[in-house]
């Protein structure tokens, strides 16, 4: 509306100039009194004048609220000497405009403050710097965890922990690393986590970091609760027999003396008791071997090792061929596909998985692996069955040492198969649905590889 009345005032007036104009000019050319037309002429020059005013007013009202919002002058008052309807609507929105970014800032502002106080009392730690190093931020759980008050540049950790400052430096945008370090003459387990920024054509990293060395702790220490109850368990179901047998046949023997014979009701009860503690004995030492087992693993020799080769070994292995009970399908997304990695570990590792597969069908079904690369790059290696699948409360019992579901299960096939998943420093995952199947998914670093 505004606009239209200011269009329509210079279409008024530019007419008026042009019916001046043409007016002068008959007078000049088509008239007998040509000084008439000095009247058209001043008459035209002044609403000339008045032209270039009305221009000029609407361009120095507009410069002064550009100039205004330019300098932040939210509170300036907009006002014009020339009057006019036209004019004052003009100036009305232009002050409601100004309200309105007046608004937005402060709105703005007071978020600024909550993002500020936020980020000041958050739990984790929070640095972010440039690609020189230089700081802009840091909060207090990250001055706290870093022993500084006030940090200018990343290099300042130098004297502190070199290696920290590499992984700073280092550390890739959507990457999460580990690192034990001291600062303070405190020991900390960081987590850090990395975020890349673009700001005034700069790119900044933005890093979180929380020290989780009091939960590890108390993971440990659970791990090995529930690692010495098994370990008593087990130990203690064979050593009771043994026991009670030994004190039954000192108990026999002490009542016969040197000149007595030994009936035959003594002998076959002697050697019935020698036979079971043959066979604890030896349950002992399976269980003993099968510990030796999960704590010797040799170190990962790691080479390229072609998937497709892997699966091959894998079927041959386990004989599959020959199964009837189950369906297997073994699928590569790409035949070239490869990993690096200690082949015989790996071959135990999925021989393991597949094993506990084949033992969750309890009468017919299906077994899957599968291999591909994944949005990032990395290699995923994914085994799936419609077996029974894991309860529950099991699951987090899952990879926990000589912890079995299956009766006469030894309980370190699932514990093998992490540790020589992370001997690759690759990620395990299991997914279960009890009643419906499992699914393991081994997911390996990315390698980059030419022909």
């Known amino acids: ?113 909550v993002s500020d106080a936020i980020i000041e009392n958050a739990a984790v730690g929070i640095l972010s710097f440039n690609s020189l190093g230089l700081v802009e931020s840091l909060n207090r759980k990250g001055r706290e965890l870093l022993g500084v008050h006030h940090l200018v540049s990343i290099k300042a950790l130098l004297k502190n922990d070199p290696l920290l400052v590499e992984l700073f430096q280092t550390i890739k945008a959507g990457e999460s690393r580990a690192i034990k370090t001291t600062l303070k003459q405190k020991t900390l387990h960081l987590i850090v ?84 503690i043959q066979e604890q004995g030896e ?40 199964d009837d009970k189950i369906q297997y399908e073994f699928s590569l997304e790409n035949e070239d596909l490869k990993i690096e990695a200690d082949e015989k570990l790996l071959i135990q590792a999925l021989v393991n998985l597949i094993q506990n597969a084949q033992h969750a069908i309890k009468e017919k079904g299906e077994i899957s692996l599968c291999a591909y690369l994944s949005s990032d790059g ?12 894991i309860k529950p409360e099991d699951i987090k019992n899952i990879f926990v040492p000589f912890f079995t579901t299956r009766e006469n299960g030894s309980g370190i096939g699932l514990s093998v198969v992490r540790q020589i998943i992370r001997m690759h420093k690759a990620k395990i995952n ?14 390996f670093p990315a390698y980059t590889y030419f022909e």
């Not at 299991?430 to 997911?443: A, F, I, P, R, W």
Request: charged share 20%; proline share 2%.
């Open 193 to 276: 986590s990395c975020t890349h920024i673009k700001f005034d054509n700069e790119n900044w990293k933005l890093l979180s970091f929380t020290d989780i060395k009091n939960e590890m702790d108390a993971t440990e220490l659970e791990s090995w609760q529930r690692l010495i109850s098994v370990l008593t368990h087990e130990i203690m179901n064979s050593i009771a027999p043994l026991s009670s047998l030994s004190e039954t046949l000192s108990r026999t023997y002490t009542q016969v003396d040197a000149n007595t014979a030994i009936g035959e009701k003594t002998l076959s009860k002697t050697r019935l008791g020698l036979q079971v």
């Open 1 to 113: 509306m505004i606009y239209r009345k200011l269009l329509v005032q210079l279409v008024l007036r530019l007419s008026l100039i042009v019916i001046l104009s043409l007016s002068m000019g008959w007078l000049i050319w088509g008239s007998a009194y040509p000084w008439l037309s000095l009247a058209p002429l001043a008459l035209m020059l002044y609403m000339t004048y008045r032209l270039v005013i009305y221009l000029n007013s609407t361009n120095a009202l507009l410069s002064q609220f550009f100039l205004a919002v330019k300098n932040e002058e939210t509170a300036m008052k907009i006002q014009h000497k020339h009057g006019g309807k036209s004019f004052k609507k003009l100036e009305e929105s232009m002050q409601s405009v100004n309200q309105i970014i007046r608004n937005l800032r402060i709105q703005y502002q007071q978020k600024e403050i």
């Open 430 to 443: 299991l997914e279960s649905v009890y009643g419906e199947g499992c699914k393991v998914d081994l997911l």
């Open 283 to 322: 349950a002992l030492m399976h269980f003993v071997d099968s510990y030796r087992q999960l704590t010797r693993l040799p170190k990962a020799q790691l080479k390229v090792l072609s998937i497709q080769h892997l699966f091959k070994h894998v079927w041959a292995l386990l004989g599959l061929d020959e």
């Open 378 to 389: 990395q290699t995923l290696i994914s085994i799936s069955d419609n077996g029974m699948g």
